[in-house]
Nanobody, 114 residues
């Protein structure tokens, strides 16, 4: 069984930075892609970024500001968020999906406010 635990959220001013972490435990394949999503009240969960080996992909809304990375030795994925905007306020979730499972963490809240 796979478990994901996010951390690193908090309150930050516009233009500021945060780094989110997602620690994975259980039967993790270090070669399986992982991803970050986010969700605000009343809206569907949206994809933010994903990492597949050395390949990274980003939603247009965060491209150039967010960086996804992964330390396979620590079973940890990161999301470095720079130049944060009000519209980045959301609960951020990490995701691990394979052909037979789709696992979510409980999320970490990021609030961008002045």
């Amino acid at each position: 069984q796979v478990q994901l635990v996010e951390s690193g959220g908090g309150l930050v001013q516009p233009g500021g930075s945060l780094r989110l972490s997602c620690v994975a435990s259980g039967s993790i394949s270090r070669t399986n892609p992982m991803a970050w999503y986010r969700q605000t009240p009343g809206k569907e969960r949206e994809w933010v970024a994903s990492i597949d080996g050395a390949s990274t992909h980003y939603a247009d809304s965060v491209k150039g500001r967010f960086t996804i990375s992964r330390d396979t030795a620590k079973n940890t994925m990161y999301l470095q968020m720079n130049n944060l905007k009000f519209e980045d306020t959301a609960v951020y979730y990490c995701n691990y999906a394979t052909w037979n499972m789709n696992v979510w963490g409980k999320g970490t809240l990021v609030t961008v406010s002045s």
